[in-house]
């Protein structure tokens, strides 16, 4: 079992639409997680960290966590077309270590 | 702020040779931690560095090393280069007492 799981899709939603993101890990001692965003051919880029169990909204993005299911997601309101990119999910290890599943990948189309 | 800066950005190697990619951390910040990223096995963590003390390695062999300078800048290290190690090579760094990471361009490394 691989330590934090991601559909590799495509998934693709219409413009305007809401795209949910999801992501399980296997270490329920985890606390701290991020959601990245990754276009072909650039590095990954920060969209959001959450810690605690709920929802945290950041503009159009949300994320929800619930570690008793170990289960972490991300919204995306109002899809565009430049959010068609690679989303990755993130766990922080001890040691300053981040874990990352192997993203899904997601297409708005217009 | 500057971002994270990653210098050389592409690099052509053979087997056997050796490399040094460099990383140069946002103003401030003192950890900084490299990754590989190939379409196999995907954002694999290498090493991580703090005040110039490596405090965390990843599953790599030997070859792969890095090092950090007292202002924080950081080197990484492969020696006797593989045709697999043909990978994206990211540096991230984290303010202290945080654990966000912020990635630079990375560098595209081929090997022929």
């Known amino acids: 079992q691989k330590e934090v799981e991601q559909n590799s899709g495509p998934l693709s939603v219409p413009e305007g639409a809401i795209a949910s993101l999801n992501c399980t890990y296997s270490d329920r001692g985890s606390q701290s997680f991020f959601w990245y965003r990754q276009y072909s051919g650039k590095s990954p880029e920060l969209i959001m960290s959450i810690y605690s169990n709920g929802d945290k909204e950041d503009g159009r993005f949300t994320a929800q966590l619930n570690k008793a299911s170990q289960y972490v997601s991300l919204l995306i309101r109002d899809s565009q077309p430049s959010d068609s990119a690679t989303y990755l999910c993130?766990?922080?290890?001890?040691?300053?270590?981040?874990?990352f599943g192997a993203g899904t990948i997601l297409r708005v189309k217009s | 702020k500057a971002g994270v800066t990653q210098t050389p950005r592409y690099l052509i190697k053979t087997r056997g040779q050796q490399v040094t990619l460099s990383c140069s951390p946002i103003?401030?910040?003192?950890?900084v931690s490299w990754y590989q990223q190939t379409p196999g096995q995907g954002l694999q963590f290498l090493f991580e560095?703090?005040?110039?003390?490596?405090?965390n390695k990843g599953n790599f062999p030997g070859r792969f090393s890095g090092r950090q300078f007292s202002n924080s800048r950081s080197e990484m290290n492969v020696s006797t280069l593989e045709l697999g190690d043909s990978a994206l090579y990211l540096c991230?760094?984290?303010?202290?007492?945080?654990?966000?990471?912020?990635f630079g361009p990375g560098t595209r490394l081929l090997v022929l």
């Open positions: 103003s401030g910040h003192r950890s």
């Open positions: 993130a766990v922080m290890k001890y040691g300053n270590k981040l874990v």
């Open positions: 991230a760094s984290s303010p202290q007492g945080e654990e966000t990471q912020y």
């Open positions: 560095y703090f005040s110039e003390t490596q405090r």
